[in-house]
Every structure is written in C-alpha cells, then in structure tokens.
C-alpha cells in the first residue's frame, strides 16, 4: 500500500493512493498515520478495512508529511562511499549515528526555509525507514527486517557550517525548521523487494546533482536497524535516515553552489515518489 496525509498543515486526513492515483479515503478507519498507529498493528486493520471504499481524485490537494511526528529521527552519516569521498572524510567502521528533531518534519512539497545566519545550506536525498515493531537488541539482520513497517522518501537538509564549524555537533546543523521533508507516500514494506537496489536522484533547478542506488551503502537497511538496536531501542513510528549519495555541495568546489531563497529542489526514490521545494528564507 501506499498511504499519505493529505490536507492543510494540521488538518491531514489519512488516504490510500490506487492504481489510478485517486485516493481512497480512510479517516474514518485511520486517525492519524503516527507511532499509535503502528505501534497497533494499523497497517494490516487497515488492510482489511479498505474492500469496497469509493474513491475521489487526488489532484489539487496538498499532499502532507505521511508520518505525523515521528518518535525520533536517526540519521545515519557518511553512508555512501561516494559521499564519504567527497567530502573527504575517512570511510566509516561503523555508523555515524545522530539525531534530528522530529518537528523538522514537513510535506514533500512544502517551503524549505534557510535558517538565519546560514550561508551553507545543504541538500540530502535519503531512503527514509519507517519502524513498526520494537527493536531491541537484535541479534540477525532477519530480525531486524521483520521491524520494517515501510519506506518514504526523506530529504535531510543540512546546515554545514552549523554542522562542522559550531562546536562539533551536528544536531545543530539538522535541526532547523522545515529540515526534514518527507513523502509524498509511506510504501508498506511488501511493494519493496530490496531496499538495497533503489535508485536515488535530486535536481537543484534542474541540474541533475545526486545520482546514486542503495546499493552503494557502506551499511544496509538490516544492519543499521540491528546495530542501533544495541544502542537504543526503536520504537514504532520512529523514522531512521539512512544517509546520502554523493552530489552534495559540501562536496564540490569553492564557490559551492549551497541554497538561496528561490532555488527549486527535486528529488526522488524508485518506486517512493518524488518532492519538489522551493526555497525560502526563515
């Protein structure tokens, strides 16, 4: 299935995309797509619920964050051996581990603002896991798979010199508002045959810039969920970002070409759906 939130900031109701891209609309089976829902078993009430629902065109309405609030969002660095190149820095021997306000989380479409003070804003297309199971202590990557309740489209905008050159914690260059568009679907993990065969591409007005697969990843899907899991448990609802391929402009030359107000961002995942910001000023 894919499942999205569609409606004005705050007001989301909860939809099905079919086969002709109209929406069947679930709010009265579904509250919100959020950690009570998965924590619940909401993907497979809602399996069995949708026989026999009318349909009503999709077109025309905002498309919103298909998760509300995740739990947390860990973000998995310098996963990409491309990206760890290009930025110079040494090849992981395990994974770079941080985390990102969940209230950086907006719609695929909506504005991403340029903090005040930036001048080093940054782009980040990611393969974004859903959660829906805890996950504590794994001891295979089997086990760990069996706590995937799906995939979206997640874009991890980045503040570098908030990140690198401001005391040494990166937090502080992830966390800004509206630094975490998401969607436009939640894709159940059964329409994923492997998460590690996925291409992924993002446009800044227009010019290709990243143009990397999965399958490049220094760690997997499996293995991030199972070694996070001996740091933290996760929870159901929780949002992991699984880190980007090269393309960044922290990786190109002087002068880098990093976000100003007015830029266009694209960017999208095989099989996830595809975003589009534009760029504003906070």
Request: with cysteine; charged share 25%.
């Amino acid at each position: 299935m894919k499942l999205l939130r569609v409606g004005p900031p705050g007001e989301e109701r909860v939809a099905v995309l079919g086969a002709d891209d109209d929406l069947v609309d679930v709010s009265d089976v579904v509250d919100d797509l959020d950690p009570a829902f998965f924590a619940a078993g909401g993907i497979d009430r809602l399996r069995e619920r949708l026989a026999g629902r009318a349909s009503r065109p999709a077109t025309g309405a905002r498309i919103g964050p298909p998760i509300r609030r995740p739990g947390k969002i860990v973000c998995i660095g310098l996963n990409y051996r491309d990206h760890a190149e290009e930025t110079g820095a040494a090849l992981p021997a395990e994974p770079v581990v941080f985390l990102k306000a969940p209230d950086t989380v907006v719609g695929p479409d909506d504005t991403v603002l340029v903090p005040r003070g930036s001048s080093c804003t940054d782009w980040e297309v990611e393969l974004g896991v859903v959660i829906g199971r805890p996950a504590r202590y794994l001891e295979s990557h089997e086990a760990a798979m069996t706590c995937v309740a799906g995939y979206v489209v997640s874009h991890d905008v980045s503040e570098r010199e908030f990140q690198l050159h401001r005391g040494g914690q990166w937090d502080k260059g992830k966390s800004c508002e509206t630094f975490n568009p998401m969607g436009p679907w939640f894709v159940t993990a059964d329409e994923i045959a492997d998460p590690q065969q996925l291409g992924l591409r993002l446009w800044v007005n227009g010019t290709l810039r990243q143009d990397g697969n999965t399958k490049d990843m220094v760690f997997g899907v499996a293995e991030i969920i199972r070694y996070l899991s001996h740091f933290m448990t996760l929870y159901p609802g929780d949002l992991i970002n699984t880190g980007t391929p090269a393309g960044v402009a922290l990786g190109r030359p002087e002068p880098r070409p990093y976000l100003r107000p007015g830029d266009v961002v694209e960017l999208e995942i095989d099989g996830l759906g595809r975003q589009r910001q534009t760029v504003g000023a906070a």
